[in-house]
């Protein structure tokens, strides 16, 4: 039965779309909802279709674009899940691009706009663009004006993003024929157990991460960032702290000059999954050579431990590692580190010396963009620099026993600049 295959949802966007036409087909909403597996799905309907229409047009090589933020994103979202369930693995020629159905499927890539060379001038079949909020919308454009074959559909799914998102109010409010909407809640993925489903919900913070994550909704933050963080339960004193006989010791940095903008060295202890920011440096006025001396010291009390840093300035990160410090370029997403740390916050793994100063100033002012959907950029140094060390070394540490540069290279390839 094909309830053994799909969830209700996605039996009716199968209804939907394989039976109708349509020119774009977007699924939007919460994360684990089933959004990405119909898709997937979707996208080999297409190219059978796509198929037919060359052979019965006479064209012997039809063109389709699968386009994603980047090589990585495609790789693991569609292409590896196509080969876990169908055992379908491409062979790719040097541009990265491969058959499949007898359609020449051409790799675009959204995060930036250098990333739809390989389509332009060509005249696409169709299109699927995975994570579709996460791309340019000049390459989204890009995209749809390539799709001019006959019969020419685009398939799209996306997380919830802000709602004043180009992708939102042009594409999902915009009442359009052409244009087909399918919103998803977790609890539409009726293959997920019970008990995963309220444990997620139990894991995730009340308010914009709820509604976006569980709910599937485009919501945005008000207020406080951090409106979880509570004095009388995450600040510790140092000297209770010092009493932990911590795993390890991680840093994260945020380089910074000019007043109104400190340069930021951050070290937190570890033990059991908790974090105990130990030591705050911030300060304005600091060259490179200061940075690492102060850095030196740390190293010198804590031993060697990776330092997470801005990558705005790289020559600045290779000279602490011509330091011996071990200096790593840190992942910056902005929204998925903020969530990170407010899990951290909400499940009481995250604790702060009683000592600092300057987060006791920007816990309180770092403030959501109620229009934008990200952080005013005001009061955010410290805050950074929490977010690089502590999202960053959540990612490496998800896999064991990696090496320093083993690390760096996931961070890089998980990281948008």
């Not at 919830?160 to 998803?184: A, G, Q, R, S």
């Not at 009726?190 to 009340?206: E, G, H, M, V």
């Not at 105990?276 to 010291?297: N, P, R, S, V």
Request: with cysteine.
């Amino acid at each position: 039965m094909i309830s053994d295959v799909y969830t209700k949802k996605q039996i009716e966007v199968l209804k939907e779309t394989v039976n109708k036409d349509w020119f774009i087909a977007l699924l939007h909403g919460a994360k684990r909802s089933g959004k990405t597996k119909i898709n997937n799905d979707l996208f080999l309907f297409e190219l059978r279709r796509v198929r037919k229409i060359a052979d019965d047009e006479g064209v012997k090589e039809p063109m389709y674009i699968l386009a994603g933020v980047s090589s990585s994103t495609i790789q693991k979202n569609v292409l590896q899940e196509l080969y876990n369930m169908y055992n379908i693995s491409p062979k790719f020629d040097k541009h990265g691009n491969f058959k499949l159905l007898g359609v020449k499927v051409v790799q675009a890539y959204t995060g930036n706009i250098g990333g739809v060379g390989a389509i332009r001038g060509m005249t696409a079949y169709g299109a699927y663009v995975n994570e579709a909020s996460l791309a340019r919308q000049e390459v989204f454009a890009e995209i749809i004006s390539r799709c001019s074959g006959t019969g020419a559909r685009i398939l799209a799914d996306t997380n919830p993003d802000n709602p004043e998102h180009w992708l939102k109010k042009e594409y999902i409010d915009k009442k359009n024929d052409n244009v087909k909407c399918f919103h998803f809640r977790l609890d539409d993925n009726t293959f997920l157990s019970q008990r995963y489903r309220a444990n997620i919900k139990a894991a995730t913070p009340s308010g914009m991460f709820y509604d976006r994550d569980i709910n599937g909704l485009w919501v945005s933050g008000q207020g406080s960032i951090y409106g979880l963080f509570d004095r009388q339960k995450h600040y510790m004193p140092l000297s209770e702290m010092k009493k932990i006989h911590f795993d390890r010791y991680v840093g994260g940095v945020d380089f910074g000059f000019s007043e109104g903008h400190n340069g930021v060295i951050l070290v937190f202890g570890v033990k059991n999954d908790k974090y105990y920011l130990l030591e705050e440096h911030a300060h304005t006025g600091l060259y490179i050579d200061d940075w690492c001396d102060i850095a030196l010291e740390i190293t010198d009390e804590y031993g060697d431990m990776p330092f997470f840093c801005d990558s705005a300035r790289p020559e600045h990160v290779a000279k602490m590692r011509d330091k011996g410090i071990q200096a790593i370029l840190a992942n910056k997403k902005v929204l998925a580190g903020i969530e990170h740390i407010s899990k951290l916050f909400y499940q009481s793994k995250l604790y702060i010396s009683e000592n600092v100063k300057v987060f006791k100033k920007e816990i309180y002012n770092y403030v959501w963009n109620e229009k934008t959907g990200e952080p005013i950029k005001e009061n955010d140094d410290v805050m950074d620099a929490m977010r690089y060390a502590l999202y960053t070394d959540s990612i490496v540490n998800s896999e064991k026993n990696l090496t320093a540069d083993e690390g760096a290279e996931k961070i890089h390839k998980l990281s948008i600049y």
